[in-house]
């Protein structure tokens, strides 16, 4: 069976500064794995995937992931958080049929 | 816009009515996916249609049933409405099959359909 859990509910993040947004999965063999992002009163929108080439993967927007096998991870990260970055993200695993609860996330100016 | 349309974009009945939500994927899309999203229970996959045929089936109630037609589009019908249906109900699409494992299975989502049930 595969799974998928996003630690933080909610991240608040100061503009100009990281944002780490984490996952965990579990999988019985070697996942699929997927970030999507959701803006308000929008659907989801592809940010990156992960297919078994390089580990450490781009997405747009200057989001990129890295899939971590020991730590069965695939946190979320990007240098620098722009106001435009408040939205819910989600991790998926498995063929787009599981997604993780989504984490809130919040841009200070 | 995404190339994938919902309709209607708001809908609110009452409790035992009967819904119809619409999708239309996006232009060269075999598959389309149905997906509940609530605040308890966060994005929930329903079903999964490929050309016509049920691929894959998730947490879909008894009292929901959808089809996908020869021109592509699909419907998600909901029935015997209760409270707890309220929610947002998103259709994706995208060109492949898409087994359990595929990662070349990336989708296209379309704006949503909200339902209020009072």
Known sequence: ?109 | DSGVTQTPKHLITATGQRVTLRCSPRSGDLSVYWYQQSLDQGLQFLIHYYNGEERAKGNILERFSAQQFPDLHSELNLSSLELGDSALYFCASSQIPGTVISGANVLTFGAGSRLTVL
């Open chain 1, 1 to 109: 069976a595969q799974s998928v859990t996003q630690l933080d509910s909610h991240v608040s993040v100061s503009e100009g500064t990281p944002v780490l947004l984490r996952c965990n999965y579990s999988s019985s063999y070697s996942p699929s794995l997927f970030w999507y992002v959701q803006h308000p009163n929008k659907g989801l929108q592809l940010l990156l995937k992960y297919t078994s080439a390089a580990t450490l993967v781009k997405g747009i927007n200057g989001f990129e992931a890295e899939f971590k096998k020991s730590e069965t991870s695939f946190h979320l990260t990007k240098p620098s958080a722009h106001m435009s970055d408040a939205a819910e993200y989600f991790c998926v695993v498995s063929g787009n049929l599981i997604f993780g609860k989504g984490t809130k996330l919040s841009v200070k100016p």
